[in-house]
């Protein structure tokens, strides 16, 4: 894996949406035994969105997608393909990328949705990437959308805490002279560690049952502490590679971009690459861990809020349940 070759592909449009409701950790500490103080000092977090009962992953992708077609000038007529990353789709079959194709009226266009605990972000847009980059497709909508809130326990403060629900967008296309364009990507697994982060319940392993039930095997499980551990061992050495892969070295970088899940683990990582945190962008203190959303929610809060420049280089990177990881190299 490494570099992509064929056409060049660029982030035609981009656009995100979260719910209206925001949780405090005050909010938490009423449901939990924790505080405002740990879940800020531990995490980076100080509040996230929370969807209302009405509203599906589908609905969160299809406001989000709504704002990065506008934002790119593509109608849903010209898309290709409607890719969404997500690990909490409104049902198992029928996926939510097809609802949000019929949705947005998408007529001519396929779907599928990717689901690779929150690196799903990084296999979407590198497989969308790739199909444009080969002449398969053209216009191609990728979307990362959670609502994480309907498979936390919310008695778990173990994992309560660190989630939110959101969704974000890009539209991607050829690259027209002068536009952006992806570099490089990697996307590796280590199936050895796939118990760190699980949803045992309610499938084939551990069927729906009263067991499962009072077991609480439908709620998301995670050994956090080892997941910490694992994430900061493994991703500043495959970073620093996967740059150099590309012809850089890592001070050569203007933004990273990290699965937005702990500011602890962002500040480790960015140490380990001699890198200066003001290089990170981070947006996990208001919206918390929204899994595969959440690259695609900073990519939208980076383009609106700062004013890049051609040329300069972003890192997307992620890592999740699997255990996944993976990187993407952007040059604007
Ligand atoms: N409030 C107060 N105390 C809490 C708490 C909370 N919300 N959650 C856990 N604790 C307690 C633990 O019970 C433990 O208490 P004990 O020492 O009496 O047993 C203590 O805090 C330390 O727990 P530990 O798990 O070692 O803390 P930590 O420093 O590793 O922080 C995480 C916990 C979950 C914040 C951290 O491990 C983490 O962020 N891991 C990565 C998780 C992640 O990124 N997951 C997403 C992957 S996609």
Not at 29 to 39: N, Q
Not at 172 to 181: D, E, K, M, N, V
Not at 224 to 236: A, E, Q, S, Y
């Amino acid at each position: 894996m490494g570099l992509f070759s064929g056409r060049e592909v660029s982030i035609l449009g981009a656009g995100m949406y979260v719910p209206e409701r925001i949780m405090t950790n005050d909010d938490l500490s009423k449901m939990v035994e924790t505080s405002d103080e740990w879940i800020r000092e531990r995490t980076g977090i100080r509040e996230r969105r929370i969807a209302r009962d009405d509203e599906l992953t589908s609905d969160l992708a299809y406001n989000a997608s709504l704002v990065a077609l506008k934002d790119s000038g593509v109608l849903p007529s010209e898309l290709d393909m409607v890719i969404v990353a997500t690990n909490t789709p409104d049902t198992l079959f029928p996926g939510v990328a097809p609802k949000l194709q019929g949705k947005l009226k998408a007529s001519r266009a396929g779907a599928f949705d990717v689901q690779s605990g929150c690196t799903g972000c990084i296999y979407a847009i590198t497989v969308a990437v790739s199909g444009i980059a080969c002449g398969l497709w053209n216009k191609v909508l990728v979307v990362g959308a959670e609502v994480l809130s309907r498979i936390i326990n919310w008695q778990d403060r173990n994992t309560c805490v660190l989630f939110g629900d959101g969704a974000g967008a890009l539209v991607l296309g050829p690259s027209l002279s002068g536009q952006g364009h992806f570099i490089s990507a990697e996307l590796r697994s280590d199936g050895a560690r796939s118990d760190l982060i699980t949803l045992p319940g309610g499938l084939i392993e551990h069927p729906a049952s009263e067991e499962t039930l009072r077991e609480g095997l439908h709620y998301v499980h995670m050994k956090g502490n080892d997941v910490f551990k694992f994430v900061n061992r493994l991703l500043p050495s495959f970073l620093k590679k996967m740059v150099q892969t590309a012809g850089y070295q890592s001070d050569q970088i203007d933004w990273w971009l990290f699965h937005q899940a702990n500011l602890r683990i962002v500040e480790g990582v960015l140490r380990r690459l001699d890198v200066d945190m003001d290089k990170a962008f981070v947006n996990l203190d208001r919206y918390g861990n929204t899994s595969a959303a959440s690259i695609f929610l900073a990519l939208a809060e980076l383009f609106d809020s700062v004013n890049l420049v051609k040329g300069q280089k972003l890192v997307l990177s992620s890592f999740g349940a699997g255990m996944t990881y993976g990187a993407i190299l952007y040059e604007m």
